[in-house]
């Protein structure tokens, strides 16, 4: 399975933050926002790794993540020159995705619990496996469900209805940006008609694998944090989280370097060695202290 993060769009509602530089590249407390979506991928043990930005941002992006490389994956660029939504991702991702699964995640969301791992390799493995599922999407509990995507389910977790921010929502259960694909979503984009809004809604491409049952829901219930980070404040509490959890724990939380570790894309000795390049911060010191 291949992997895309979308770190596009306009940011405005972080504004003036955002007026230079792409909101994905602000720091969430100690690492690039981006670090924390790339890091999703990585725990599910997906190496090969799209990022699509602006044309203006997508040089940062090449600057901070390179080839992947030095993290034992393969990381690749493309441009969304306007933010015409989410489902274009995989319009543009075509030729990326080739003939594999795809997971999209948005470049703004942050994911933290003790059964992540357990969660997105459950959702790979039904795309992968099972022949009569084509998406797999997450459900999360929050007390303002009419700001955000709406699922309903039924008891045996499968999707019944989705809306878009209603004003009178069936669940409380929201749909976060991560989302697992067959191959089949890139045709199924390409049929998408553009919203009010302009853009190629990810719902829209959720309804059609709803119409035809295809369609699966994995629930992140408590002691699972998702943050989105789409505003000052939001940034602010995950700043917060995350800096807690990691004061607390001493871990540190979406750390790319500890997790291509741990998941054998680079071996030790290649982790110390990064960890020797920044030895005069925290960070480096932090990997250095993990072969101890």
Same mark, same amino acid.
């Given at each position: ?7 596009g769009g306009k940011g405005t509602r972080l504004y003036p933050m955002t007026q230079v530089i792409s909101k994905q590249l602000l720091p969430l407390y100690d690492k690039p926002m981006i =670090? =924390? %979506? ?23 992006? @090449?600057?901070?993540?390179? /080839?992947?490389? @030095? ?16 489902? !274009? ?11 594999? /699964? ?12 003790? /059964? ?24 999360? %509990? ?12 039924? $008891? ?9 921010? %209603? ?13 697992? =694909? ?45 943050? /989105? ?24 939380? $979406? ?6 570790? @741990? @998941?054998?894309?680079?071996?030790? !000795? ?23």
């Amino acid at each position: 399975m291949k992997g895309i993060i979308l770190a596009g769009g306009k940011g405005t509602r972080l504004y003036p933050m955002t007026q230079v530089i792409s909101k994905q590249l602000l720091p969430l407390y100690d690492k690039p926002m981006i =670090y =924390y %979506p790339l890091s999703v991928l990585m725990l599910a043990g997906i190496k090969d790794i799209l990022v699509i930005s602006t044309p203006s941002d997508l040089g940062h992006y @090449r600057k901070l993540l390179g /080839d992947g490389s @030095r993290l034992g994956l393969a990381i690749s660029y493309a441009e969304q020159a306007e933010p015409k939504g989410l489902a !274009e991702a995989f319009i543009i991702g075509e030729e990326f995705i080739g003939n594999d /699964d795809v997971c999209l995640i948005l470049g703004d969301n942050v994911f933290y619990g003790q /059964d992540l791992t357990a969660k997105l390799r459950e959702a790979m493995a039904l795309i992968k496996n099972d022949s009569d599922v084509n998406a797999v999407i997450f459900g999360y %509990p929050v007390k303002n469900p009419q700001e955000f995507g709406v699922v309903e389910f039924d $008891s045996e977790k499968n999707v019944v209805s989705l809306e878009e921010k %209603p004003t009178d929502p069936k669940s409380n259960y929201v749909v976060p940006g991560l989302y697992f =694909y067959s191959n089949s979503v890139v045709n199924v984009s390409k049929t998408l008609t553009p919203s009010k809004r302009g853009e190629l809604e990810i719902t829209a491409v959720n309804n059609v694998y709803l119409q035809e049952g295809s369609l699966k829901v994995k629930l992140f219930g408590r002691g699972f944090a998702w943050l /989105d980070t789409g505003t000052p404040h939001g940034m602010l509490k995950a700043a917060e989280f995350i800096e807690t959890v990691q004061s607390r724990q001493g871990f540190y939380v $979406s750390c790319p370097e500890e997790i291509a570790w @741990r @998941r054998g894309f680079i071996t030790k !000795e290649q982790m110390l060695a990064l960890g020797e390049e920044l030895k005069m911060t925290d960070y480096g010191q932090y990997l250095l202290s993990l072969g101890e």
